[in-house]
């Protein structure tokens, strides 16, 4: 308790808003398909979920308010009516409220990150937490690009976040290890598989988000004009690998290992 | 049009990615200039200068570069990178981190993991974990990508003689510092430039066991990864990790143990020339595509086969 009040008054006793960006994206379980016609994947009847690493981004928002770092969640999700879905989820998950930039169109990460922009501008939260990759697309680009577009400092592929008066310093996972970073806020952070563990949503609370406020606006509302660079020519599947043959014991791996594959 | 590629260094020589990056601006086709941004790095853009197909080493030596921090690579690649037609960067955890920025600073769009060139703004990319390839134009004046290096034959560290030019910083708007770093230490190969793999998984049951297959890899000359749930687990630090959202890596030779095959770790690995599995459960996805499965339990089979090769 008395750390919390500590961190409350270390940011001066202004209230802490966090933003947490949200996608819907096919569920991480689905074995996608390619469609017939090459044009794209299959996503016709199929699941669809908050991608993995936004749901860690809303429990590290939600662990900052619980420690009385923040004060207010807001999530956002840019995309279809349906992604309301994803906002309920994230609210029941402790976010207080929810902005849906509604859309049809698939949207390419800048102009994304330039709807982020208008909504960060609108509610000058203190930090942006987004996941580090959405699991359909793999781009992970979409903090760095509000990083630029805000012009703040950015902790991508988190796994520590800890928040001391007006700075964040972020552990970010690195190919050669870990590696911490001291931002100066406002900042944006992007979360990796290792930052938390999500909570899972009681009754209770998935009762309660139903009535927490859910706004709805359009792109043009935010004066962000959609367009479009980049053209999907065709989707064709991977080069499928074949099961090959099952070996009936140790030696028998090494030997096929030496002189059929050749490899040792 | 020329192509600018950012190389990864450690100040004093270029790694391993940076040539498979050299490569895709080669396929790409145009004079190709490297970036070199440290600090007290003029070793790296020497050894820069001698790679096979570069015209031109560009050297941006300041304090400001020191970690090739996003904020401040960022800036400095957008206002370089204005002149030319392509902007490369590996993609690794540095590359991903601050090429994303330059883009959106640049008020374009970024094409992540590109693993072939079909044409000068054309290329294919991974997508959905890898269960399908996306062919991708791009109308952009100032085309942007990460090149996944298992997509592209590195070109040679030697033989090129690009002239060197120094260019100045651009001054840091000092958001972001560096406080700290714990890198892996580890005398075996780099996991993505190894040319035998051996990866341990959730069978393993704890990190001790990782020992068999340290001893297994030093004996093979082999580096050693892991699948998320050996490092959710804390069995072994995350730099193992080999997947979707981890490493990607295409060896001669690719083991699994312990793994059960989710199709976020096949991600990571179904490139590999010659995959060998060994699970206790016949039924593990694994087995669909691996060339050689051994249906046994790993704490048996590993010490064996180490006394074998
Ligand atoms: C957003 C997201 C991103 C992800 N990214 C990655 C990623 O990059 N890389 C990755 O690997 N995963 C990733 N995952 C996780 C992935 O979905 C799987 O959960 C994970 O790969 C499972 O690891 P595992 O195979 O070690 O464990 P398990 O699936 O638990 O498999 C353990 C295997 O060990 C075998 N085994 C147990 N004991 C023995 C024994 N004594 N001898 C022989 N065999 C034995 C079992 O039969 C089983 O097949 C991601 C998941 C999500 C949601
Ligand atoms: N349509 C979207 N709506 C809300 N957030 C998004 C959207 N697309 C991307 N993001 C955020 O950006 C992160 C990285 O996405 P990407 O750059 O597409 O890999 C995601 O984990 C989200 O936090």
Redesign the pocket.
Known sequence: MLTSLLKIHLIDGESMKILVAVKRVID??VKVRVKADNTDVDLANVKMAM???CEIAVEEAVRLKEKGVATEIVVVSIGPKVAQEQIRTSLALGADRGILVETEEKLESLTVAKILKAIVDKEQPQLVILGK?S?DNDNNQTGQMLGALTGMAQGTFASEVVVEGDKVNVTREIDSGLRTVGLTLPAIVTSD?RLNEPRYASLPNIMKAKRKPLEVVTTSDLGVEVKSTQTLVKVTPPAERSAGIKVASVDELVEKLKNEAKVL | MSILVIAEHDNSAVNAATLNTVAAAKAIGGDVTLLVAGLDCASAAEAAAKVEGVAKVLVADDAAYQYQLAEAMGDLVAELGKDYGHILAPATTTGKDFLPRAAALLDVNMISEIISVVSADTFTRPIY?GNAIATVQTSDSIKVATVRATGFDPVSAEGGSASVETVSAISDKGISAFVGEELAKSDRPELTAASIVI???????NGENFEMLYKLADKLGAAVG???????AGFVPNDM???????IVAPDLYV??????????L??MKDSKVIVA????EE???FQVADYGLV??????IPELESKV
């Open positions: 991480y379980n991608n993995p690493f990759q699991i598989l | 974990a990866s341990g998984g959730r069978g393993m049951q892991a699948s998320r749930a050996a490092v959710d990790q080999v997947g979707q959202t981890g490493k699994a143990v312990g793994i059960s095959g989710a199709i976020q770790h991600a990571g060994i699970n206790k459960d593990a996805p694994i046994a339990d790993l704490f048996e089979a």
